[in-house]
Nanobody, 125 residues
Framework: QAQLMESGGGSVQAGGSLRLSCAYSEDIYGDYCMAWFRQSPGKVRDWVATIDNLDRSGYADSVKGRVTISKDNARNALYLQLNNLKPDDTAMYYC???????????????????WGQGTQVTVSS
């Protein structure tokens, strides 16, 4: 069973930055697509960004220009650099991995087979 574990969350003021990390097990390789989602209390889990095995990346409009997704295959690590954070970015952030789904489904939770436990990001105004 593949495993993912997020870290790097915290509390920052608006305008600040955070770098989230996700360590994943060696089961995740090859054609896997990696993503970050976020969820606030009482809301659905929203897609943030995706990077596939060809290093093709995509971002939600709400974070485009402020967020960068990257990965280090040698370290089995996925990253999310968050800049110019806003209070609306406050959420639990989850990393996810999946294979077999087409690129256009990258923003859908069902495209991902494995999920981490999440790391909390809190942005104060």
């Amino acid at each position: 069973q593949a495993q993912l574990m997020e870290s790097g969350g915290g509390s920052v003021q608006a305008g600040g930055s955070l770098r989230l990390s996700c360590a994943y097990s060696e089961d995740i390789y090859g054609d896997y697509c990696m993503a970050w989602f976020r969820q606030s209390p009482g809301k659905v889990r929203d897609w943030v960004a995706t990077i596939d095995n060809l290093d093709r990346s995509g971002y939600a409009d709400s974070v485009k220009g402020r967020v960068t997704i990257s990965k280090d295959n040698a370290r089995n690590a996925l990253y999310l650099q968050l800049n110019n954070l806003k209070p609306d970015d406050t959420a639990m952030y989850y990393c996810a991995a999946g294979s077999g789904s087409p690129w256009f489904e990258r923003l859908l939770t069902h495209a991902y087979n494995y999920w981490g436990q999440g790391t909390q990001v809190t942005v104060s105004s």
